[in-house]
Nanobody, 129 residues
Framework: QLQLVESGGTLVQPGGSLRLSCAAS????????IAWFRQAPGKEREEVSC????????KYTDSVKGRFNVSRDVARNTVYMQMTSLKPEDSAVYYC??????????????????????WGQGTQVTVSS
């Protein structure tokens, strides 16, 4: 059974940086399409990024383009999301999710057409002075 565990969330000042981790067990991140989502209180869950399993595509929602970067460490079986120039509106619980969809470049699909089978428990990011 695949399990995903996020970590790295904390309180950070505006303009600061954080790196979130999504560690996988029971499966190999090299075989997974990985997405990061976030949900703030009173708001709908939002897909922040999607990276196809072989790195063919990495998509970011407009509000984080140029500030967030996803990378994959196969040796550590972990996917990271480096977040820079953080803003208060980035505050949310961040989740990673995975798909084993057979299409290699799954993240090329429209986000509304992507589904994910496994989810982590989330990690809280708070951006505040």
């Amino acid at each position: 059974q695949l399990q995903l565990v996020e970590s790295g969330g904390t309180l950070v000042q505006p303009g600061g940086s954080l790196r979130l981790s999504c560690a996988a067990s029971g499966g190999n991140v090299a075989d997974l399409h990985i997405a990061w989502f976030r949900q703030a209180p009173g708001k709908e869950r939002e897909e922040v990024s999607c990276t196809s399993r072989r790195g063919q595509s990495t998509k970011y929602t407009d509000s984080v383009k140029g500030r967030f970067n996803v990378s994959r460490d196969v040796a550590r079986n972990t996917v990271y999301m480096q977040m820079t120039s953080l803003k208060p509106e980035d505050s949310a619980v961040y989740y990673c999710a995975s798909s084993r969809h057979p299409f290699p470049d799954y993240c090329a699909y429209q986000s509304r057409d992507r589904t994910y089978e496994y989810w982590g428990q989330g990690t809280q990011v708070t951006v505040s002075s």
